[in-house]
């Protein structure tokens, strides 16, 4: 069952059936891109129920995850926009360019 809370947000009313299961529905898992199988956090944050998408990242990828290589990308991006960028020809110049920072 799905009713309006305020113009930004959409509230949804779900049943807990038996052995206490509960069906996410279909909007939200799309919206999130839930799937089964997928993990769940579930917490309990100011006496309200939070689930979260719980997402595992294998473990030659979990650097790129950390706050630093995501705060890293951020500034590069920045960069990129404000044209703070540089071109080399072969990697050589490329090697010779980083030594001379």
Known sequence: METSVNKSKTSYKV???RRNL???PKEI????NIEEGDLLDIHIDDNKIVIEPYKLIPS?????WTKKAQNDILESEDDIKAGRVREFSNIDEFLNGLENE
């Open 15 to 17: 049943s807990v059936q």
């Open 22 to 24: 509960i069906t996410l």
């Open 29 to 32: 898992r799309e919206k999130l």
């Open 60 to 64: 030659s990828q979990a650097y790129f």
